[in-house]
């Protein structure tokens, strides 16, 4: 970081420290794989939706096609993710964030 150790704020030394590292590493090992998925799965439904109009229009039950049925499963997809990630906030990243910003307010 630029200046001396004396003129850095203590949120720039949080920012450098192996701790805030690890913490970031941690999110992202989940969001970014957890990302990419749903985006081949909402891609999967968008290509599928333009180029296999025939399976799309397959009736599931009455008028539910799997077009509606995909289509849906995007909306639980969404929710199943959020519910993935705070289960893994709550054990994963809260514990060290709630650690750093302990050490942040001590210093105050």
Not at 86 to 100: G, Q
């Amino acid at each position: 970081m630029v200046g001396d150790r004396s003129t850095r704020t203590v949120y720039e030394e949080v920012q450098d420290s192996d701790e805030f590292a690890a913490l970031r590493s941690r999110l992202r090992r989940f969001v970014f794989p957890m990302s990419a998925a749903f985006l081949v799965w909402y891609l999967a439904y968008v290509l599928l939706a333009s180029y296999a109009r025939d399976f799309m229009a397959i009736k599931v039950l009455g008028n539910i096609n799997m077009g509606l049925v995909i289509g849906l499963l995007q909306f639980v997809t969404t929710f199943a993710i959020t519910t993935a990630y705070v289960r893994y906030a709550n054990k994963h990243l809260d514990p060290a964030a709630e650690r750093i910003r302990q050490r942040v307010e001590g210093r105050g």
